[in-house]
């Protein structure tokens, strides 16, 4: 069973536009990760986010998690071809074991 | 630099062998690692958490008699398909929990196997 839905599935954009993928759970998770990943390669981390409400930016790149521990989002602005990729969230459920969240494949059109 | 490797990085085998793939923490020691299976344009999805010094604990639908994991030592866990076929070609990826001076786990990820089954 996945816990952690994510959405929308797929997205092609233009460059410069702006998107948003979300990533929610019926559970309360303690951390939740993002990650971006390339074909043939493992996942690579973006960011972490541990308290509920808060909010990382990393460059062109906003996370939130939200109030509750149970959501969080991902922002990016004026997107560009080199964001294209799997973005994963991904964090430990009560029970200690790692899970995905189902994975959004962007693509972004030069 | 790389801090959990797979070995090795893609291996191509005739239906009804067995393959056998390690996934090292490079310079911590992980009691717990995690096996993940992905499919083309899909996401990881866990397979079963591997536990030092005790058996692996296995995923719903996930065959552990097919799947065999073997974590020897604190920087090493191994997974084993056995009687490989088509449709176990996948591409496995291991990933290794590090505690930070934060508290929080990290996730370290290797970089992946590709199995190809003939």
């Known amino acids: 069973t996945q816990l952690l839905e994510q959405s929308p599935q797929f997205l092609s954009i233009q460059e410069g536009e702006n998107l948003t993928v979300y990533c929610n759970s019926s559970?309360?998770?303690?951390?939740l990760q993002w990650y971006r990943q390339e074909p043939g390669e493992g996942p690579v981390l973006l960011v972490t986010?541990?308290?509920?409400?808060e909010v990382k930016k990393l460059k062109r790149l906003t996370f939130q998690f939200g109030d509750a521990r149970k959501d969080s989002s991902l922002h990016i602005t004026a997107a560009q071809p080199g964001d294209t990729g799997l973005y994963l969230c991904?964090?430990?459920?009560?029970?200690?074991?790692?899970?995905f969240g189902t994975g959004t494949r962007l693509k972004v059109l030069a | 630099g790389a801090v959990v490797s797979q070995h090795p990085s893609w291996v191509i085998c005739k239906s009804g062998t067995s393959v056998k793939i390690e996934c090292r923490s490079l310079?911590?020691?992980?009691?717990?690692m995690f096996w993940y299976r992905q499919f083309p344009k899909q996401s990881l999805m866990l397979m079963a958490t591997?536990?030092?010094?005790?058996?692996?604990?296995?995923e719903q639908g996930v065959e552990k008699d097919k799947f065999l994991i073997n974590h020897a030592s604190l920087t090493l866990s191994t997974l084993t398909v056995t009687s490989a076929h088509p449709e176990d070609s996948s591409f496995y990826i291991c990933?290794?929990?590090?505690?930070?001076?934060?508290?929080?786990?990290?996730?370290?990820f290797g970089p992946g196997t590709r199995l190809t089954v003939l």
């Open positions: 991904a964090g430990p459920p009560p029970a200690y074991k790692y899970i």
């Open positions: 559970s309360v998770f303690s951390s």
């Open positions: 990933s290794a929990p590090r505690e930070l001076a934060e508290s929080t786990d990290t996730q370290y």
């Open positions: 591997s536990n030092e010094g005790s058996k692996a604990t296995y």
């Open positions: 986010v541990v308290t509920g409400g």
């Open positions: 310079d911590f020691q992980a009691t717990t």
